[in-house]
């Protein structure tokens, strides 16, 4: 059972990287995306792509730490004492970006929406460096239990390198998902803006990567032995076949599976990290039999997460069909019925 | 399981003895976080709620009025439900960052309730999104049915959550080895302890209650501001009535979980009662200070009554503080803060149930709300009152839990991180300066919100009256949302007030 669960969080994790991972990457671009006049389309873009389905992407991160908890509470304790001060930054930076997100779209002023604008883009970039720092952390093998916090822990380079590959996943994953909303919205000019930004974050990231074979040999060789052979490997390939496959999508401009193959992309390198750490939760000091909550406790987890499939599924079907549907539209002021005051768009 | 404990078990017991330095930041931190994301968590429960009712009015009697409510109200939601989504992610992650002792040991034998919490709360996400975000395109009753589900979510989610800390209050569902671990988990035991019940219900009728205080003081407020018109009559009966009603049935719900408290943690029973000897024909202290010493000074003293509200008898023996040693037991301080909690909780909650009471017999003789100025101040306060209420009845819980983290099996100082305590106060600097910055704007925009909705219906009621839009809204640059306003149907009403505030909106 416990090797059940271990695979739920791997998938959790993956589903984060994908849903949130799209988020930040839209954060990502709405900071790139030059000056007030400048990026204002874009970033128009990027308020109406996103707003929907943030909440949503982001409960996926809430999963991660619950099951982590639940079923495996001494890594729970011994990721967290490590990690202490990344997991504090990745925390602050989860406030600063949803609530500059979320307090950007009310606001009528400029200077106010420059503000939360910029809170939420810088936010957007922190926090996936921060939580990919941390699985670098884990995967280099230099969380064991009782790890005090240091920073070598997080300061080392496969953790840098997890860090930065993080930040360029979530660029690439956000630009191939705003090309598909550039088109469903209409905004032709925007599709070929993400498409070649998509393209240099898929080249950053291969270049990323590029560079961590070599360097993560020695640095986390547990985990890299684990992902060049066997089912890591044969991850780490398709994996990258889907990212060839996305590229060929975006330079042909059929861009009907562009998203579907991207999320393969990050989630099978997700899954191919699941295989190489295995059989360990902390390489290579905990296993997952060692780490383990109480069979009971893991029995009923797993119960409550085939319940909320059941139940959640379907509505995450919905909720992003909806979407792609344009059938969600946020509330206007004419539907509110809200005025203009003195001192709006200044 | 857990082959790695026993090491652990034995840094707790090293740490035991001795209060860390780190302690007290990370208890501040908690307090802080917690005390700032309960404020939001009514809304997160029961504002769904009070805006279906409200939304299943407008559908079903065609009424725009209540239309125009809904949309309003779920506008606001969508920017309290996203602060609340935040604030409540950083707690999930401060269980680890500051308690890691309690998580590692305890997490699988109470985990699974966050389990239900954590789905719950995504389908109330995607529900969220869909309401919000349907106005526009579903239709009407589509829409409407969507998210009647939704407060059955975010009943599952306080579900979740207050079957963990129940179980903090009244763990069980485990038995230990030799090494002081837990094995043996029954999660249905754990899930289900002993003042489960009675806590949940408390905590979910308040939230409820909460909500429709604070939603109909802003119509109060508008009201008292002379803005009467059918908007602020809808606005301010709807969740004042749901809120009424509850209000009766949160005294006997309070009444049953102190007695709960009273049977099954008896010294918190003590601190929120300050009793510091095990005696029958206890008196009952209405406030008062408790002193190191056991004796109280200031207070009103009742003979006989604490023994009388907890067993039906003065003969009934209550436990004392004194009953179990010092460090197992809050102290003075503590309990003082506890009992005040207690007592103001209480005292509110009495207070309210005359506001109910009020509101009806003004409902039988009038059959209306008339002008009584005195009844709408006081229900514009009910809601601001009701959050402080929600505090005090938290603070009780926690507070009154001390030294136990999980009690009688870990202490506070057991489970905190090893973090050094600067970094702690560090961190708790950032927060308070980010929270207030979030909070801050959070209420500003919602207040912008409402000035912008006044405006907007002023000026229609202004157009309705003089037929030119012109004359009556001497404001800034013209928007096609002016020309909307004033072309919208009468139905709207005239001028709309202080709508749609949030916490202390507008008090």
């Excluded at chain 1, 930054?89 to 609530?99: P, Q």
């Excluded at chain 1, 750490?277 to 893991?298: E, I, M, W």
């Excluded at chain 2, 043996?184 to 035991?189: M, Q």
Aim: hydrophobic share 55%.
């Amino acid at each position: 059972m416990a090797d059940v669960i271990a695979w739920v969080l791997v998938v959790v994790v993956a589903a984060y990287a994908c849903g949130g991972g799209t988020d930040y990457g839209a954060g990502f671009w709405d900071l790139l995306a030059g000056g007030a006049e400048r990026g204002k389309r874009v970033r128009w873009l990027i308020d109406h792509a996103m707003a929907p389905v943030w909440e949503v992407n982001n409960v996926w991160l809430i999963f991660v730490l619950v099951l982590m908890w639940t079923g495996f509470p001494v890594m729970f304790q011994a990721v967290f004492t490590a990690l202490w001060l990344p997991l504090v930054l990745a925390a602050v930076g989860t406030v600063l970006r949803g609530a500059g997100f979320a307090l950007r779209k009310p606001s009528r002023r400029l200077a106010r929406r420059r503000v939360y604008g910029a809170v939420f883009a810088v936010a957007s970039l922190i926090t996936p460096y921060f939580l990919g720092s941390v699985l670098g952390g884990v995967a280099s093998g230099r969380v064991a239990v009782g790890t005090p916090a240091t920073a070598h822990v997080w300061a080392n380079p496969t953790s840098i390198l997890a860090g930065l590959l993080a930040i360029a996943a979530t660029a690439f994953l956000g630009a191939v998902f705003l090309v598909a909303d550039a088109r469903r919205f209409g905004a032709d000019d925007l599709v070929d803006y993400f498409r070649l930004r998509a393209l240099l974050a898929f080249g950053a990231v291969v270049v990323l990567a590029l560079i961590a074979l070599p360097v993560t040999h020695h640095d986390a060789s547990y985990v890299w032995h684990g992902m060049t052979r066997g089912l890591g490997l044969l991850m780490m390939i398709l994996s990258a076949c889907f990212g060839l496959v996305t590229v060929a999508l975006l330079v042909l401009r059929a861009h009907r599976w562009s998203r579907h193959t991207s999320v393969a992309t990050v989630a099978l390198a997700i899954l191919a990290w699941g295989f190489a750490q295995r059989p360990y939760l902390l390489p290579t000091t905990l296993t997952v039999a060692d780490g383990a909550g109480a069979a009971h406790t893991l029995a009923w987890l797993g119960i409550v997460t085939l319940i909320a499939v059941v139940l959640v599924g379907p509505g995450l079907v919905l909720v992003y069909w909806l979407d792609t549907q344009s059938e969600l539209e946020p509330l206007t002021d004419a539907d509110t019925r809200a005025a203009g005051l003195p001192g709006d768009n200044v | 399981m857990l082959s790695t404990a026993p090491s652990m078990l034995s840094t707790a017991v090293n740490l035991a003895g001795s209060t860390p330095a780190q302690l007290l930041p990370a208890r501040e931190l908690m307090a802080f976080t917690l005390a700032s994301h309960i404020l939001l968590v009514p809304f997160g429960v029961a504002l769904p709620f009070v805006t279906l009712i409200m939304h299943y009015r407008g559908l079903r009697r065609g009424d725009p009025v209540a239309m125009q409510l809904a949309r309003r109200w779920s506008a606001v939601m969508a920017v309290q439900f996203a602060i609340g989504i935040v604030t409540g992610t950083v707690l999930s992650f401060e269980f680890g960052l500051l308690w890691p002792g309690m998580m590692g040991r305890w997490g699988d034998v109470f985990g699974l309730g966050f389990g239900v919490e954590a789905w719950a709360f995504f389908l109330e996400a995607i529900m969220i999104a869909i309401y919000l975000y349907g106005w526009r395109r579903l239709r009407p009753w589509t829409h409407f049915w969507l998210a009647v589900p939704l407060p059955l979510a975010a009943l599952m989610g306080a579900f979740g959550i207050i079957a963990a800390n129940s179980w903090m209050n009244t763990p069980q569902g485990f038995s230990l080895d030799a090494h002081g671990n837990p094995t043996d988990v029954d999660v249905r035991k754990a899930v289900f302890t002993p003042i489960f019940g009675p806590e949940y219900w408390h905590f979910v009728v308040a939230m409820f209650l909460t909500a429709g205080y604070v939603v109909a003081g802003v119509y109060a407020v508008g009201w008292l501001r002379g803005r009467r018109d059918r908007y602020h009559k809808l606005g301010f009966t709807v969740p004042f009535t749901v809120a009424a009603i509850l209000t009766p049935i949160q005294f006997f719900l309070g009444d049953s979980a102190a007695r709960s408290v009273f049977h099954k943690q008896p010294v918190k029973f003590a601190a929120l009662e300050i009793v510091w000897k095990t005696d029958t024909h206890v008196p009952e202290y209405v406030f008062g200070r408790l002193h190191s010493d056991g004796t109280i000074s200031g207070g009103i003293k009742i003979p006989q009554l604490d023994s009388i509200l907890a067993g039906f008898r003065p003969d009934t023996k209550v436990t004392g503080l004194t009953s179990v040693p010092a460090a197992n037991r809050p102290n003075a301080a503590q309990a003082t803060l506890v009992h005040f909690c207690f007592d103001a909780m209480a005292t509110i909650g009495s207070v309210l149930i005359l506001l109910a009471l009020w509101y009806a017999w003004i409902w039988w003789r009038h059959r209306d709300l008339k002008a009584n100025r005195w009844f709408f101040r006081c229900a514009a306060v009910a809601g601001v009152a009701c959050l402080f209420t929600v505090e005090c009845g938290w603070i009780a819980t926690e507070v009154g839990r001390q030294p136990w983290i999980v009690y009688n099996h870990m202490r506070v100082s057991e489970a905190v991180t090893h973090t050094r305590a600067g970094g702690i106060w560090t961190m708790l600097g950032v927060v308070i300066a980010l929270y207030i910055a979030v909070f801050g704007s959070f209420l500003a925009i919602v207040l912008k919100m409402r000035t912008r909705w006044r405006v907007a219906d002023e000026a229609a009621a202004g157009a309705a009256a003089v037929l030119d839009p012109e004359a009556d809204t001497p404001y800034g640059p013209r928007h096609e949302v002016d020309t909307a306003a004033a072309g919208a149907p009468s139905g709207g009403g005239r001028g709309a007030g202080p709508s749609e505030g949030r916490p202390g909106g507008d008090h």
